[in-house]
Nanobody, 115 residues
Framework: QVRLVESGGGLVQAGGSLRLSCAAS????????MGWYRQAPGKQRELVAR???????YYQDSVKGRFTISRDNAKNTVYLEMTGLKPEDTGVYLC?????????WGQGSQVTVSS
């Protein structure tokens, strides 16, 4: 049974920083991709950042230069370092992992950025 467990969300003022973590557990689970989506109120879910086992990285344009995704393959953990946070970054951040075409999701972490 694969589980993704997230941690690190919270409330922060604009300009502040937060770090999200997502640990994947399960026997011999080594995802092809891991990353983060976010769901803002009244908006569609959008891909924020993605990283592969080979370190190929995608960032949504709005977070480039502010967010950094990284991965510890030995721990099957992906991180999202968020700096220069803006109110429009507010939302539920969902960790995901892909293996053999199957998608696994974390429980979601609320990030709220106050102006």
């Amino acid at each position: 049974q694969v589980r993704l467990v997230e941690s690190g969300g919270g409330l922060v003022q604009a300009g502040g920083s937060l770090r999200l973590s997502c640990a994947a557990s399960g026997s011999s689970f080594s995802p092809d991709f891991m990353g983060w989506y976010r769901q803002a109120p009244g908006k569609q879910r959008e891909l924020v950042a993605r990283i592969s086992g080979g370190e190929v990285i995608y960032y949504q344009d709005s977070v480039k230069g502010r967010f950094t995704i990284s991965r510890d393959n030995a721990k099957n953990t992906v991180y999202l370092e968020m700096t220069g946070l803006k109110p429009e970054d507010t939302g539920v951040y969902l960790c995901y992992a892909v293996k053999f075409g199957l998608v696994y999701w974390g429980q979601g972490s609320q990030v709220t950025v106050s102006s």
